[in-house]
């Protein structure tokens, strides 16, 4: 895929830009694969407005995707390479031999009509998933799940890859896209290749109406505020806050951990920072 330029004959034509779609082969889903989505507006269960700058959007219908990859021993063909408005990746149709049609994520060089596979005994190439055991140490994967037999958590945005460097006892050693080595387990499944879609990081989006699409509303900063509504905003003139940035609630924002969860500290090898 590639990246399109528009000519400036307007000032935001000068800088956006949009891909290419070269790879979608149909743009129309599986209508079985479809669920509804509502959008929250900013707003808790409560009803109350905890994100200001949420809200709007497009209208968008969920594609359930196969995270689990568990039709093992079963092939499946391709049937067509679709756009998601969920996500940054591309997804792929699968039809498996059983009748059965899935939503799976779409790796780099993966095409339509081509087989793929689940299980111990797949092939090592883009689009089949095997468990961390049967992946060879230093191969590309993806869609890494980190219970067995639970749904991928890990590596599902577009362009990205993680790399099994080490094998230990019942572990597998994952070095992740941002720099993070962690553990997972040997059972767990993961997809071979890295994501596709990888030029969704070079788009600009060039104008206010496609972030409004993208259910993103203007954003302020706080030092542009009054007291009542930012810690960091009031003062005469243009001020520079008067304390470490912080969010709307006092939170520090350069910095703080925020990571609560204690149970899973120990597979952390190495942090991304």
């Known amino acids: 895929m590639a990246v399109k330029t528009f000519r400036p004959f307007t000032p935001t034509r000068r800088y956006l830009t949009v891909s290419d779609f070269s790879e979608i082969t ?24 905890t994100n200001i700058n949420l809200g709007g959007g497009h209208k968008r219908r969920y594609r359930v995707i196969d995270f689990r990859r568990d039709k ?18 591309r997804i792929a149709l699968v039809t498996y031999t059983d009748g059965e049609k899935r939503y799976i994520l779409a790796p780099q060089g ?22 961390l055991k049967s ?15 639970g749904e991928a958590q890990l590596v599902r945005s577009a362009g990205n890859a993680a790399q099994l460097v080490a094998k230990e006892g019942d572990y597998g050693t994952v070095k992740l896209p941002s720099g993070e080595t962690r553990k997972v387990s040997l059972e767990c499944y993961a997809s071979i290749g890295s994501v596709g879609n990888a030029d969704h990081q070079n788009r600009v989006i060039g104008k206010a109406g496609r972030s409004r699409w993208l259910n993103r509303r203007p954003h302020n900063r706080g030092v542009t505020k009054n007291p009542v509504d930012h810690p960091m905003g009031g003062g005469e003139g243009k001020s520079a806050g ?10 520090l924002a350069k910095g703080l951990k925020t990571r609560v969860n204690k149970r899973t500290q120990k597979f952390i090898v190495r942090r991304r920072k």
């Open 26 to 49: 149909t743009d129309r889903p599986e209508k079985g694969l479809l669920a509804k989505y509502s959008k929250t507006g900013g707003r808790n269960n409560y009803g109350r407005n």
């Open 72 to 89: 093992i021993g079963i092939k499946g063909t391709v049937s067509s390479i679709e756009y998601d408005p969920n996500r940054t990746a």
């Open 110 to 131: 993966l095409a339509v009509g081509q087989v793929i596979s689940s299980g111990p005994e797949a092939d090592i190439k883009p689009g089949n998933a095997l468990p």
């Open 135 to 149: 992946i060879p140490l230093g191969e590309n994967i993806h869609n890494i799940a980190l219970k067995i037999k």
């Open 242 to 251: 008067g304390r470490h940035p912080c969010s709307r609630t006092g939170l």
